[in-house]
């Protein structure tokens, strides 16, 4: 025995219960591994990985899920199926050919919201809060830490579906209100509150379905600030109830405006395939802004089939968007706000330059708004049990801790941001486009209009001026060859 086993050897007589447990575990061990060994196939317990292999683990669970409840099943945060995305995208470096900006050169990442409106304003990021309600998804608290941080970093927050809560108001810098598809925050004391408005008309991982909260799902606090009769049901409408062809969206636009005073007016779509006549309804009435959600957008809750098998990915619904606005000489006009799948700087940055103005974070702010406080719920239960209305850990979700984590999130984001455009040779995050960027993957390339990262870069303003080009690596070896055949003869 070697040095190095003996010193890992112990004596039965004075560690015995050690000695036992180890014995005992190696004969269970060595059992079962047997049995997986020898057992038929189909008597094998090894059939069911090889089974759940073929189905995927996450569909046999679901299917499992169905089974129990025999209705349909709603899962949280969005799709998780992996679509052609922004990964498959990487951005230019400045060397020499164009000179990168110096470290200390301030860099401009400021977006205007409305860029036309009367009472447009200028966030300081191109980051905001996606929509996420009060009640029928976040607590009170984690809305107002949300209000908090974008406060701090100079952005918006924004209401969701839910009311809008007085003191998530008051601690919001910029707030915008998003016009719901149901009865409830559209009176013009509310409406007149926010510095913009968003009319929503669907969403990346709900399609334009509605939705209905059950009236025993509903508790006092909520019907205090839906300022909704117990007893009802809350129901968000296939339709906006005001829009029953598209000619009534100008009609609900201009009423806007009208109460607000000229605050911009957006709205919400989910990016599908007519999404180039979604946009031509939305821009011929007169909106400010317009935010798509892509397919890989989150939600409180939706059914798998519609987050995994409806709508467009995140690159492609970008770039679809933004050159249409820019065919039309739209995009001085009205601002384009990317949503779904936007987790990181990097991803910021190539939405920026496929040609949104901005994006929307969800699970990104919900994940670090938790930060440490997620320990307090792990490892029996999700973090979303800290951060959801009436669950288990919501009393124990620290306002302040939140806001200042997710504010420090936001302000590490636009430091990489502002680094990141220097190292493409720029001060202005407008100054972004395709042209900064290559890409990894055929279909992106071709659908986006981005080169393949394999592809030589033509230029004209070449400085080397050989008297001769090199021929083809090809022709030389055919010029060698034929030489050493000549000196043989």
């Known amino acids: 025995m070697s040095e190095k086993s003996k010193s890992r050897a112990f004596s039965p007589i004075r560690h015995p219960i050690r000695y036992l447990f180890r014995r005992m575990f190696k004969r269970m061990v060595a059992t079962y591994t047997e049995v997986l060994m020898t057992d038929d196939y189909e008597e094998n317990i090894f059939e069911i990985f090889t089974a759940t292999y073929k189905t995927g683990i996450i569909e046999t669970l679901e299917n499992e899920l169905r089974a129990a409840a025999g209705i349909a099943i709603d899962r949280p945060l969005g799709s998780i199926r992996k679509f052609p ?60 830490a949300f209000a908090k941080a974008t406060a701090q970093v100079g952005t918006a927050a ?98 806007l405006k009208d109460i607000t005073g000229g605050v911009p007016i957006g709205a919400k779509i989910g990016a599908g395939k007519y999404l180039e006549a979604d946009l031509d309804i939305l821009c011929s009435s007169g909106v400010d802004f317009i935010c798509v959600d892509s397919c890989e957008a989150g939600t409180k809750g939706s059914v798998p089939i519609l987050q995994d098998d409806f709508g467009i990915p995140a690159p492609f619904a970008i770039s679809r968007s933004a050159e249409w606005l820019y065919k039309y000489n739209l995009k001085d006009h009205i601002t384009l706000l990317a949503s779904g799948k936007i987790r990181v700087p990097g991803d910021m940055l190539k939405a920026c330059a496929l040609g949104a103005d901005a994006c929307y974070i969800g699970n990104a702010a919900l994940f670090t708004v938790s930060h440490t406080q997620a320990l307090k719920t792990i490892p029996y239960e999700p973090v979303t049990q800290l951060v959801w209305h009436g669950a288990h850990h919501t009393d124990e979700f620290d306002l302040e801790m939140g806001a200042a984590s997710l504010a420090n999130y936001l302000k590490s984001c636009k430091e990489e ?69 000549e000196e043989k003869e």
């Open 158 to 255: 924004t209401s969701g579906e839910g009311p809008i809560i007085p003191e998530e108001r008051e601690a919001a810098k910029y707030y915008i209100l998003q016009y719901n598809r149901g009865d409830w925050s559209k009176d013009e004391e509310t409406l007149c509150k926010s510095d913009a408005i968003e009319i929503q008309f669907g969403q990346g991982a709900i399609g334009g379905i509605g939705s209905r909260t059950k009236a025993e799902k509903i508790d006092e606090d909520m019907l205090r600030y839906f300022r909704y009769p117990a007893g009802y049901d809350l129901v968000a409408h296939s339709r906006q109830p005001e829009v029953q062809q598209a000619r009534d969206v100008e009609k609900l636009v201009k009423k």
């Open 417 to 485: 941001l502002d680094r990141g455009i220097r190292a493409l040779g720029k001060k202005n995050l407008k100054d972004v486009n395709k042209s900064d960027l290559v890409s990894l993957s055929e279909l992106i390339s071709k659908g986006c209009g981005v080169p393949m990262a394999y592809e030589p870069y033509e230029y004209d303003d070449r400085l080397y001026k050989p008297a001769e080009a090199n021929p083809p690596r090809r022709r030389i070896r055919k010029l060698k060859k034929k030489d050493d055949e």
């Open 85 to 144: 995305s922004l990964n498959d995208l990487m951005f230019n470096i400045a060397q020499l050919h164009t000179l990168p900006i110096e470290f200390e050169d301030f860099v401009d990442t400021r977006v205007v919201i409305g860029k036309k409106s009367k009472k447009s304003f200028t966030i300081d990021i191109p980051i905001l809060i996606a929509p996420m309600a009060y009640g029928t998804a976040l607590s009170k608290d984690v809305k107002i």
